[in-house]
């Protein structure tokens, strides 16, 4: 079945640092990738999200390019700040053999930004 | 506007015992989510709804029960908990089930059974 493989956390940066969160996923067909981030407490909350190949998704300084050559959508962010530390979902609807409309996650990366 | 709500935040329970989950929307949307967070499992489907009336399982809708009487609400039920039901849940809704569409989730509710 269709599943997202995301690098294991937890990822402690500085502030300004960049960030990689990699993301790898399997299905079948044109799945639609998304991130969400829940911040501390808080219930999840869509970042950014690529429908097709080659669409990068962009919100808040963060970037990710749905590649299917090498079926991956890492997460990146040239300079991070204290306030996104939070945990970071990777995750997929669709593709073949999926539910559609239904989200399939990764099993979460948590950063935390040191000032 | 609330957007999706969840009742209560907190609750402990007794293995046996059977309590509700309560999610409301405000926003009209047609398909309502329920997930669980495990630690180092991500988020994992249990029911969801496809309209009002209508529910269907997820990956893992053993010892769960929903309800979708009214289209803003989307009622979780666990009939005889047990410790392996401790989990953070999630409920979610979005307005279309089109693959890229967005889903809104409330802010969880912390269950812990004893």
């Known amino acids: ?115 | 506007n609330a957007g999706v709500t969840q009742t209560p935040k907190f609750r402990v329970l007794k293995t046996g015992q059977s309590m509700t989950l309560l999610c409301a929307q405000d926003m009209n949307h047609e398909y309502m989510y329920w997930y669980r967070q495990d630690p180092g499992m991500g988020l994992r489907l249990i029911h969801y709804s496809v309209g009002e009336g209508t529910t269907a399982k997820g990956e893992v809708p053993d010892g769960y029960n929903v309800s979708r009487l009214k289209k803003q609400n989307f009622l979780l039920g666990l009939e005889s908990a047990a410790p392996s039901q401790t989990s953070v849940y999630f409920c979610a809704s979005s307005q279309y089930r089109e693959i890229y569409n967005e889903q809104f989730f409330g802010p969880g509710t912390r269950l812990t059974v004893l």
């Open chain 1, 1 to 115: 079945g269709n599943s997202v493989t995301q690098m294991e956390g937890p990822v402690t940066l500085s502030e300004e640092a960049f960030l990689t969160i990699n993301c790898t996923y399997t299905a079948t067909g044109y799945p639609s990738l998304f991130w969400y981030v829940q911040y501390p407490g808080e219930g999840l909350q869509l970042l950014l999200k690529a429908t097709k190949a080659d669409d990068k998704g962009s919100n808040k300084g963060f970037e990710a390019t749905y590649r299917k050559e090498t079926t991956s959508f890492h997460l990146e962010k040239g300079s991070v700040q204290v306030s996104d530390s939070a945990v970071y979902f990777c995750a997929l609807s669709g593709g073949y053999g999926g539910s559609q409309g239904n989200l399939i996650f990764g099993k979460g990366t948590k950063l935390s930004v040191k000032p």
